[in-house]
């Protein structure tokens, strides 16, 4: 009987150092291997349509688009990609928003060595993999919705104008946020006016602290 075929894998950290430990723990199994490297959010689209992988793994926190951002367009552009997202945060709020953008499961770097291989195989068995920490954060979301009868609220800003407060946060100029976003500047201009208004800002520094303290970019 053949075997099946590895799981083509795509990789994305924004530190070379961590790709490297991560790659050693999935290049060591014979039903996994890494067929290509990122080290942005940005990359890791390109890199997906390049070498269409099987699963992506994707660090939350990386420069031009984050690991969250990268995973919705994703799964918007090749739906048939499974995704796992890697992080270092235990934070709930990731957690519930990497399903909503259509992660599979997350994982904490802190124990990847333990966790990663059996997360990526039950990825792509199409079974979900939850640290514990977030199974409870789950039950407990899950317990206080129902208690309250209603849904968590909507976010205040849409997820194009999250990519534009990200790229503003990182100091990119209209023009190179036109040209990475394929759009107008006029457009880019209108996105950043509505997001000063929407969360009552008043220039780029301000948006920049903004992007920092909801953790679109690390300070």
Do not use: W
Not at 12 to 31: M, Q
């Amino acid at each position: 009987m053949r075997e099946a075929p590895a799981t083509r894998i795509l990789l994305a950290d924004d530190h070379a150092l961590v790709r490297r430990g991560v790659r050693l723990i999935l290049d060591n199994e014979p039903d996994l291997t890494v067929v290509a490297e990122a080290g942005d959010g940005a990359e890791a689209l390109e890199a997906a349509r390049t070498h269409r992988p099987d699963l992506a793994i994707l660090d939350i926190a990386m420069p031009r688009l984050t690991g969250l951002q990268a995973a919705r367009e994703l799964s918007r552009t090749q739906p048939g990609v499974r995704i796992l997202i890697l992080t270092m945060y235990d934070n709930e709020q990731y957690f519930f928003e990497a399903l909503a953008v259509g992660a599979s499961g997350y994982v904490l770097k802190s124990v990847a060595d333990r966790d990663l291989v059996e997360a990526c195989r039950a990825t792509m068995r199409g079974e979900p993999f939850l640290y514990p920490g977030a199974v409870n954060a789950l039950i407990r979301n899950y317990l206080e919705s129902a208690r309250e009868g209603g849904a968590p609220p909507a976010k205040a800003i849409t997820a194009r104008e999250e990519e534009i407060l990200k790229l503003v946060a990182e100091g990119h100029t209209s023009q190179q946020i036109a040209d990475m976003l394929v759009i107008s500047v006029k457009t880019v201009e209108r996105h950043r006016a509505n997001l000063l208004e929407k969360l009552g800002l008043k220039d780029r520094l301000e948006l920049a602290r903004y992007a920092i303290r909801v953790g679109l970019v690390e300070p």
